[in-house]
Each structure stands twice: as structure tokens, then as C-alpha cells.
């Protein structure tokens, strides 16, 4: 079974950094994407950057530059690193699981919560 756990999150001033963490369980498939998504209050969810089995990445536009995805391979976490925070980026964090071939993430976290103060 594909499960994800996220970790990291929490209040951070503005111009400062988090790194979190997406803890994907040991059945989840070494080839499948994890992206990070995050939804702030009243907003729909949005992409924030993703990581592909063969560690290729891809980033939104409103983070590229400050936002850092990366892992060391399909056993260890997925990392978010974030710098230069700005209160924009409060949102609840998410991560979910693409399977190869699939158009959808169809495995999600439950979420960690990013609060940057300005």
C-alpha cells in the first residue's frame, strides 16, 4: 500500500527557510513521482514541484528559485527545501504520488501546515 507522511512544517518569519519532509512507505514503487502541492485558506490546491523517479524535477513559477525538491533515492524521503519564505507561502503542504504512466497523483499525505509571518 502507498502511503505518504509529511513532516517539517510549522511558523517561520519571513525570509526564513523550512525543509520538509515526505516519508513515502517501503511499497511505494521506486519509479513513481512524488510531487508537493499546497492549498492555502479559500484557494484551491496548487503545484509546488515534483521529482521524478529518475530524479528529474520541475517547479512552479511562483517558487523556482527558492524552492529546492530533492532526494537521495526511492528509500529515503523527498525533501522541500524552501528558503526566503514570504506569507504567501502559508499554506497547508501536501504530498502525493503519481504512478508511471498515470496523468494523476492518486496517493496523498495528510498534510503539514506552513505558516510564514510577515
Known amino acids: 500500500q502507498v502511503q505518504l507522511v509529511e513532516s517539517g512544517g510549522g511558523l517561520v518569519q519571513a525570509g526564513g527557510s523550512l525543509r520538509l519532509s515526505c516519508t513515502p512507505s517501503?511499497?511505494?514503487?521506486?519509479?513513481?513521482?512524488i510531487g508537493w502541492f499546497r492549498q492555502a485558506p479559500g484557494k484551491e490546491r496548487e503545484f509546488v514541484a515534483l521529482?521524478?523517479?529518475?530524479?528529474?524535477?520541475r517547479y512552479a513559477d511562483s517558487v523556482k528559485g527558492r524552492v529546492t525538491i530533492s532526494r537521495v533515492n526511492a528509500r529515503t524521503p523527498v525533501y522541500l527545501q524552501m528558503n526566503n519564505l514570504k506569507p504567501e507561502d502559508t499554506a497547508v503542504y501536501y504530498c502525493?504520488?503519481?504512478?508511471?504512466?498515470?496523468?494523476?497523483?492518486?496517493?496523498w499525505g495528510q498534510g503539514t501546515q506552513v505558516t510564514v509571518s510577515g
Open positions: 521529482i521524478t523517479g529518475s530524479r528529474a524535477t
Open positions: 502525493a504520488a503519481r504512478s508511471t504512466g498515470s496523468d494523476e497523483f492518486g496517493y
Open positions: 517501503l511499497r511505494t514503487p521506486s519509479s513513481y513521482t
